[in-house]
């Protein structure tokens, strides 16, 4: 089992950039792909991003794709999300999540964090 604690949210302006972190702790985090989900108020969770245990494949949710990038330190069993041009449609809660398996589905993830916070005004 592993798990998941997110970090670096926080209120910025449109245009402005975050980095999200997910410390993992547990099992041998090289083992597990890992994924980026968010979730708006009243609205449904969304895939983000994903990342396989290497680190060599990556996929992005069109909506994000060119602002926001997954990368992944095994070594320091850590997944970052960089966000950059962030817009007001990019508020949400961010959870980091982990399967042996790399997918773009929520379901496919058995562990997750508890999220955290990125709010973007206009």
């Known amino acids: 089992q592993v798990q998941l604690v997110e970090s670096g949210g926080g209120l910025v302006q449109a245009g402005d950039s975050l980095r999200l972190s997910c410390a993992a702790s547990?099992?041998?985090?090289?083992?597990?792909?890992m994924g980026w989900f968010r979730q708006a108020p009243g609205k449904e969770r969304e895939f983000v991003s994903a990342?396989?245990?290497?680190?060599?494949?990556?996929y992005y949710a069109d909506s994000v794709k060119g602002r926001l990038t997954i990368s992944r330190d095994n070594a320091k069993n850590t997944v970052y999300l960089q966000m950059n041009s962030l817009k007001p449609e990019d508020t949400a809660v961010y959870y980091c999540?982990?399967?042996?398996?790399?997918?773009?589905?929520?379901?496919?993830?058995?562990?997750w964090g508890q999220g955290t916070q990125v709010t973007v005004s206009s």
């Open positions: 547990g099992r041998t985090f090289s083992r597990y792909a």
């Open positions: 990342i396989s245990r290497t680190g060599l494949s990556t």
């Open positions: 999540a982990a399967d042996l398996r790399y997918s773009s589905q929520s379901s496919e993830y058995d562990y």
